[in-house]
């Protein structure tokens, strides 16, 4: 899978998830998801559960901070250094 293609499942979960039935077009690779109120602190623990099933990633070791959710883009980015499934 390319990171392109993991950064459109993120955006499609995201949007499925937690703007079902709103207009999900602002929701690009470096929109601030968390600062935006998309994602509040159970909706990480919902995209946690999410990328560790999806992609493998363990998520035991590693920080759980805003910083590696708050975008699209940090999300793949993390999910590419912890999972051999994902492609530059």
Known sequence: MTAQET???IRAFIAAEF???EDASDLTDDYDIVASGVIDSLGLVRLV???ATAYQVPMDGIAIKPDNFRTIAA???LI???SGSVAA
Do not use: F, V
Request: hydrophobic content about 35%.
């Open 75 to 77: 999300i793949t980015e």
């Open 49 to 51: 559960s999410h990328i």
């Open 80 to 82: 590419g250094t912890h």
């Open 7 to 9: 950064a459109n499942e």
């Open 19 to 21: 703007l079902a039935g």
